[in-house]
């Protein structure tokens, strides 16, 4: 939970050293009030509960720790500008040799959105979550494909921009495989057993997409200990003001 937390201003920590001194050279006094014959009157007062000293240094330990903001550093990925591609694969091709090219596909895509389709089999949108889309193509049986890939595959472009949209077609036999393909998108088709070094040929007709900056943001979490050391106060101030408590 608090990894990767840190404090903005860690030298504020001193101030624990200055209360610390100032309870043990500054005492907290009372007005005197003076009786004739004091000895007469007996010593009158109850000494305060542990908890109210507990509730003490919890409250000067919190509101520290609250002035010393603690922080995590969170980076965001902007995402844009890069290809949105749909793999549409052949479900008989799948096999150890094409699963290894098209893993290696994904993972040089990272930036970039993909979407998976192996028709009569599996249906993935658009996505960064690229891990995910491995894992069900290793998943995936090796089978004969019964639907061709037909219109259908524009409804995977509904959020994409015009001009950045990429189908890519993987079958070794692409013409009982594809059936029509939209317009408006462009398709690159693919025979994995045919062209061995079609991923290099995808990467100079379609340079993949680099992140050129990230975005910091910082998440606080000055207002938890702020808001604990506020109720130690209030169980401190309590205590103090309860009748006959030194």
Not at 54 to 61: C, F, G, L, Q
Not at 158 to 163: D, R
Request: with cysteine; hydrophobic share 45%.
């Amino acid at each position: 939970m608090f990894e990767g937390v840190y404090f903005q201003f860690p030298k504020l920590g001193f101030l624990l050293f200055f209360f610390l001194a100032c309870e043990a050279l500054c005492p907290l006094r009372s007005n005197p009030i003076y009786f004739p014959r004091t000895l007469l009157f007996s010593e009158v007062g109850v000494k305060p509960p542990i908890w109210i000293w507990i509730a003490k240094w919890a409250m000067i330990i919190f509101l520290i720790v609250a002035v010393m903001s603690p922080v995590r550093d969170r980076e965001i990925v902007h995402h844009g500008g890069g290809w949105d591609i749909l793999l549409i694969v052949d479900p008989s091709i799948i096999g150890p040799k094409s699963l290894s090219q098209i893993t290696s596909f994904i993972k040089n895509r990272h930036d970039e959105r993909i979407a998976l389709w192996i028709p009569d089999n599996t249906i993935v949108p658009l996505t960064y979550e690229h891990e995910v889309l491995i894992s069900i193509l290793k998943q995936t049986p090796k089978q004969n494909f019964s639907e061709p890939v037909n219109q259908k595959i524009s409804r995977f472009f509904a959020t994409s921009l015009e001009g950045r949209k990429l189908a890519i077609v993987l079958s070794d036999s692409p013409k009982s495989f594809i059936n029509t393909l939209p317009i408006g998108i462009q398709t690159s088709i693919i025979s994995p057993d045919k062209e061995a070094h079609w991923i290099d040929t995808l990467s100079r007709t379609y340079p993949s997409y680099k992140v050129q900056s990230l975005h910091r943001y910082f998440d606080y979490y000055y207002v938890y200990p702020l808001f604990l050391g506020f109720l130690a106060m209030l169980a401190y101030l309590y205590g103090r003001n309860q009748k006959g408590m030194k």
